[in-house]
């Protein structure tokens, strides 16, 4: 099964959202899949910014019943921002408390996502698969294995998330599949 699926669903608001939003957590810590990241990339932080209550269930009444019956995702928006970078990326990594997420691109210019396999013998990463998100886009992410993203240089990414943090992406997937055509 393929990590990702697009989704063909539209936010219900764009990225002025952002200016309800504040910051919740900064990630900057780096994983067992990046330790040796090439010297000419720079490694992006990536921002959670939680969204006003009456926002967040807005997006939230958007997933149907039966997928909310497995787990009512949770709401944010995520942003990175590649300033004064030349090759700037979202190293290999795998979210913590976070098994998938459904991903509305307010913002994205051609960045690629890249998903790998871990071998634990010789600690390397091999890639498997990779898509492009547009702005406007939908995907449907596996946030469990290991993945990177290829940042455009001077660009900020703004993502609106429905984050699962116990449902498995194949579990979401399936109830989706059952329930929206997808």
Not at 32 to 54: C, G, I, W
Not at 79 to 87: I, N, P, S, V, Y
Request: aromatic share 10%.
């Amino acid at each position: 099964m393929s990590p990702f699926l697009k989704i063909d669903w539209k936010a219900p608001f764009g990225r002025e959202i952002i200016k309800y939003a504040k910051l919740q957590h900064r990630f900057t810590k780096t994983q067992k899949y990046n330790k040796n990241l090439a010297d000419e990339y720079t490694s992006v932080p990536t921002e959670a910014l939680t969204l006003p209550n009456h926002y967040a269930d807005q997006i939230i009444s958007m997933v149907p019943a039966s997928v909310k019956a497995l787990e009512v995702p949770q709401a944010y928006l995520i942003r990175m921002t590649a300033t004064d970078a030349l090759q700037p990326v979202l190293p290999a990594h795998v979210d913590y408390n976070r098994t998938c997420g459904i991903n509305f691109y307010l913002e994205a210019d051609g960045e690629k996502t890249h998903y790998y396999e871990w071998d634990r013998e010789l600690k390397s990463l091999t890639e498997t698969e990779t898509f492009v998100a547009a702005q406007g886009d939908c995907w449907l992410i596996d946030t469990s294995i290991p993945h990177s993203v290829t940042l455009k240089p001077n660009q900020q990414r703004l993502i609106l998330t429905l984050s699962f943090s116990h449902t498995s992406f194949p579990e979401v997937v399936a109830r989706l599949r059952r329930v929206c055509n997808v």
